[in-house]
């Protein structure tokens, strides 16, 4: 990068001003001077950020045959997304050549920026920035004083989008100029060859790449998919250390949506303390605790009830019995009611435990033998345990079952207060190979039997796998998460499970999923009309969260056909790891519901050992019973 020239002869003091509250503590009142030197940082920054998103195409265009280099931009988390579905490969070089152009002129020019006064700012600019792109004075461009007021990394792009338009112009929607992440996706659907010329795609996916990367992503990114927002954390102080990751779920007391129950599993006698937390936008504020169980081996799994009452699977040190606890909450405490006592026998994992409706629910766990059994419990308003039916495997499993419901659920919006007869459920594990296996159960609640309907065995992977299921098209998905075995990275796979004797493998995010240390977490979310899942895991560099949300495949129109789902998985909102809370732990995911949102809490081990509990929004309304 060459020392950049600086034209403020038609500026005026709003420049200063506008960097001066972006809160940069180290400068106080800004001068020029000030100002220049961060701006080189931009600039530095910026030939950093085009030289990500060039490696990263370049790992597609690297494959060794033509339809190689098709299959690694089809199955790319990002490539289709903001530049279209394309069996070109000129239109892909393309895409890096425009690309490596605005990482030459960036390393290798001298470029003159001009500081302008707002009254200056062209219409339709967005009041950021504009680059004429005459052909004699493409190292030239203006910046306006909204430029100031973004952050670092969104003023990097800023750069390689007015660079990008000596070659490229701003493209329209809709009647509107493409900008924000939203509508660059759209025009990517709708109209890739224009999206490969729009300077905005470019600074979208280069932002996205650069977030992913667990870099220094922006915190307050006013793109339309921007990231999540932290709204509050518990204080330290909340909780002594912690042996094993805390799970949470919602606690429904009194109607308020505010409460989650977060087992703690102490360091001091390893014993289960079920914890009471009220989570809003201003604090986390522990309220009541239930007296810790005897010391356990594993941390539990929780369910909710649709009455409000808390259920914890939790595993003996010294008996290796499973025992189902039952709790009733409050606004204020939470006191345990009854258990199951010995129902179950030895296990030998962590339990997995869901509610599908009324007092019932699936607990799947590793017996004695090896296999994952997968149990029906039901139990009664006055908190008597009975079991209902069970199943297992054909054969061993090296560790770790999961499971989610499938249905029927009112369109998986949670268990309903009646007691249903049948449901499906999908569960997940890994294989003493090592490889990530879902099956597919009926579980006849009547006829007390669990018979399995289909199965599919996927990916090589590494911990304990997640899993989630949505309504897509009107079709049933699973969706599962695992840390790849061979590249640490959070891969998400796509199942249909519409016909749950023949389980269709859809789509994955490929290699392009976060780095991640430990397993992740996932659940379902409602935005609007749409679900979506979202993520959390513990970047492996950083150690922050990643708290991400994603679209699942979409159905393309065949023409009468059944619909085929060749588009790979979008990722709409990222956290990034390098802004994040840092953990210790692989994180769990809560949604609990604020009016009409819902928020994410995510729990995890903290650093020092003690809880890190957060609250995070979506920052967009959701559909009310979603």
């Known amino acids: 990068m060459k020392h950049p020239r600086f034209d403020w002869k038609t500026s005026s003091r709003l420049f200063e001003e506008s960097f001066e509250s972006n809160s940069f503590a180290d400068y106080g009142a800004l001068t020029r001077a000030n100002i220049e030197f961060l701006i080189i940082g931009d600039i530095s920054r910026a030939q950093r950020l085009a030289a990500t998103g060039l490696r990263h195409l370049r790992a597609i265009l690297e494959a060794n045959t033509r339809n190689g280099i098709r299959d690694r931009w089809r199955r790319d988390a990002l490539a289709p997304t903001y530049f279209g579905n394309t069996s070109s490969i000129a239109n892909m070089k393309a895409v890096h050549r425009r690309l490596e152009r605005a990482h030459r002129r960036l390393r290798d020019d001298v470029l003159t920026l001009q500081m302008r006064a707002p009254e200056n700012t062209p219409e339709g600019q967005g009041g950021v920035g504009s680059n004429s792109g005459y052909f004699l004075s493409p190292r030239k461009f203006a910046l306006y004083p909204l430029y100031g007021s973004l952050d670092a990394v969104h ?31 759209d025009l990517a659907r709708r109209d890739p060859k224009r999206a490969r010329r729009n300077p905005s795609n470019f600074q979208h996916f280069l932002w996205q790449v650069w977030a992913d990367s667990g870099l220094d992503a922006p915190s307050h990114v006013d793109f339309r998919d921007r990231s999540w927002r932290l709204l509050a954390e518990a204080p330290t102080v909340v909780t002594g250390a912690l042996v094993d990751r805390p799970v949470s779920t919602p606690a429904i007391a009194g ?11 102490a360091r001091d006698g390893e014993g289960i303390i079920p914890t009471i937390m009220e989570v809003d936008a201003n604090s986390v504020r522990r309220r009541g605790s239930s007296p810790a169980t005897g010391a356990t081996s594993f941390a539990p ?13 939790v595993r003996g040190t010294s008996s290796k019995r499973l025992k189902l606890i039952i709790y009733q909450t409050y606004a204020e405490e939470i006191a345990r009611v009854g258990d199951s006592g010995d129902l179950f026998g030895d296990v030998y994992s962590h339990p997995d435990l869901i509610a599908v409706g009324g007092g019932r629910m699936v607990v799947v766990m590793k017996g004695k033998s090896g296999k994952m059994k997968v149990a029906l419990v039901q139990v009664s308003d006055t908190n008597d345990f009975a079991r209902m039916g069970d199943g297992e495997t054909y054969g061993p499993i090296s560790d770790h079952g999961v499971a989610c419901l499938i249905a029927p659920v009112d369109h998986m919006s949670g268990p309903t207060r009646t007691h ?29 039997q669990v018979r399995r309907l289909g199965d599919l065995e996927d990916v090589a992977m590494e911990g304990r796998p997640a899993i989630t299921a949505l309504i897509s098209d009107s079709r049933s998905l699973v969706i599962t998460a695992v840390r790849d075995a061979e590249t640490n990275r959070l891969r998400l796979t796509a199942f249909d499970v519409s016909d749950p004797t023949r389980p269709i493998r859809l789509a994955e995010t490929g290699d392009n999923g976060p780095s991640m240390s430990h397993s992740p977490d996932i659940k379902t979310l409602a935005l609007g009309s749409a679900r979506y899942a979202v993520t959390a895991s513990r970047h492996a560099l950083t150690g922050g969260i990643n708290l991400s949300l994603w679209s699942p495949p979409v159905a393309e129109d065949d023409n009468g056909e059944p619909p085929r789902y060749d588009r790979i998985f979008t990722r709409e909102r990222h956290q990034s790891s390098e802004h994040s809370p840092r953990i210790d732990s692989t994180p769990s995911i809560a949604i609990t519901r604020a009016g009409d949102r819902y928020r994410v809490v995510t729990s995890a081990i903290a650093p020092d050992g003690r809880l890190a509990l957060q609250v995070w929004d979506q920052g967009a309304p959701v559909r009310a019973g979603g």
């Open 255 to 265: 109607g308020r949506g505010d409460l989650v129950v977060t087992a703690l599993r």
């Open 155 to 185: 003023r990097s792009v800023v750069l390689i989008h007015e660079l990008l338009h000596e070659w490229l112009t701003d493209q329209t929607l809709h009647g509107r100029t493409v900008y924000g992440g939203a509508d660059a996706m």
């Open 301 to 313: 799994s929780l369910c909710t009830l649709p009455d409000g009452r808390i259920v914890a699977a």
């Open 420 to 448: 249903p007869a049948q449901v499906t459920i999908a569960t997940a594990m890994r294989t003493r190979e090592g490889k990530m296996s879902l099956i597919l159960w009926s579980a006849d609640y009547v006829g007390r």
